[in-house]
């Protein structure tokens, strides 16, 4: 006879299954396009109306001499950890670049000086709104996990102690 997987555990298998299928992909295209940043989420409005915040970029790694004003780039600025994904504007002569987000008014003071070890790619492609996936878990999942961790513990406890045995209004146990 054929067991039955419980419910519960299929879900947390294909959870599971859906996690590391992600992750090896993003390896893959990694590999393929050559950059440690295949796929990236814009998080600000900076580039309006090239692309807007919650859109996925595609990122391919390039040979600093291929890249060229007018070209995006993502780098990360020296003390960071957050992507910033604007437009080169001019090469300086010791081989940095300058870069400004399309909306904005100004240079930011790290986008005068980008080191080659800074990028991480060139822009590919767009697609549309799917950068809403990981915005959603960065900044309203993720910082609020233990109030969420809280609710789940209390209507689990809830169910368990109280809902799941009370009798419903009219009901009479049999004997």
Known sequence: MKK??????????YIAAGIFLAVIINQA?????TTDMPVVAVESNSMIPTFYKG???VLQGVPPE???EGDIIVFIPEGSDRAIVHRIIAINGDGTFQTKGDANANQLPFE????IGQIHGKKVAIIPYLGWVKIGVMEI????????????????AGYVYGWKKRPRKGYKFRR
């Open 66 to 68: 291929q890249l060229a």
């Open 112 to 115: 005068k000086r980008v080191s």
């Open 29 to 33: 295209m990694g590999l393929g396009l």
């Open 141 to 156: 999942f993720l910082p609020n996990i233990g109030w969420i961790a809280l609710g789940g513990i209390i209507l689990y």
């Open 55 to 57: 859109d996925l970029l």
């Open 4 to 13: 039955k997987i419980p419910e519960n555990a299929s879900t947390i298998i």
